[in-house]
T-cell receptor
Framework: GAGVSQTPSNKVTEKGKYVELRCDPI?????LYWYRQSLGQGPEFLIY????????DSGLPNDRFFAVRPEGSVSTLKIQRTERGDSAVYLC?????????????FGPGTRLTVL | TQLLEQSPQFLSIQEGENLTVYCNSS?????LQWYRQEPGEGPVLLVT?????EVKKLKRLTFQFGDARKDSSLHITAAQPGDTGLYLC?????????????FGKGTHLIIQP
């Protein structure tokens, strides 16, 4: 079956603009994660959804970042008033149940560039 | 402060050589995972180690979890050009912490033919 897909694959925006990044997880996976990978770094955890609810949003850097998963499948990461420091690859992952023993499957990421 | 330190950051060796990549922390992890990431793609899970002292083999790759569950290593025997990529270690902190994975910065591995 299909893996995790993310759209768009690339997004270029101007400082101060609003952006939305979309993640389509593997069908039936209840757990969904967002990570951010800056150049030369490993991925950094942002937020974890279990079903429709954000079970852990401790990694969101500030209140400009927000994510939703209204029907427990597709998720959207929203960034307000973008800053140049937000430039990174935003990765989405899903797993069947969540938790430490469950394999996370990553999408290819959305490369965000803030000019 | 990086919770998981990987070394070396960059490694370029000839085909057929052996190599070891290290992942170290001062914190205890309930499990550690190794991923491989190709350019333009997300990380792909190679292995999960859970028990202190555990050794797992995946063809020419050998993974070890330290006895105290604070470190791990990845050993590749007779490296091939197809092994080229970014190798990331990641884990879940023991005793609480975020529900997401904590990653190291990665080791960029190049195997030259």
């Amino acid at each position: 079956g299909a893996g995790v897909s993310q759209t768009p694959s690339n997004k270029v925006t101007e400082k101060g603009k609003y952006v939305e990044l979309r993640c389509d997880p593997i069908s039936g996976h209840t757990a969904l994660y967002w990570y951010r990978q800056s150049l030369g770094q490993g991925p950094e955890f942002l937020i974890y959804f279990q079903g429709t609810g954000a079970a852990d949003d401790s990694g969101l850097p500030n209140d400009r970042f927000f994510a939703v998963r209204p029907e427990g499948s597709v998720s959207t990461l929203k960034i307000q008033r973008t800053e140049r420091g937000d430039s990174a690859v935003y990765l989405c992952a899903s797993s069947a149940l969540g938790g430490g023993s469950d394999t996370q499957y990553f999408g290819p990421g959305t490369r965000l560039t803030v000019l | 402060t990086q919770l998981l330190e990987q070394s070396p950051q960059f490694l370029s060796i000839q085909e057929g050589e052996n190599l070891t990549v290290y992942c170290n922390s001062s914190s205890v992890f309930s499990s550690l995972q190794w991923y491989r990431q190709e350019p333009g793609e997300g990380p792909v899970l190679l292995v999960t180690v859970v028990t202190g002292g555990e050794v797992k083999k995946l063809k020419r790759l050998t993974f070890q979890f330290g006895d105290a569950r604070k470190d791990s290593s990845l050993h590749i025997t007779a490296a091939q050009p197809g092994d080229t990529g970014l190798y990331l270690c990641a884990g879940f902190l023991s005793g609480g912490g975020a529900d997401g994975l904590t990653f190291g910065k990665g080791t960029h591995l190049i195997i030259q033919p």
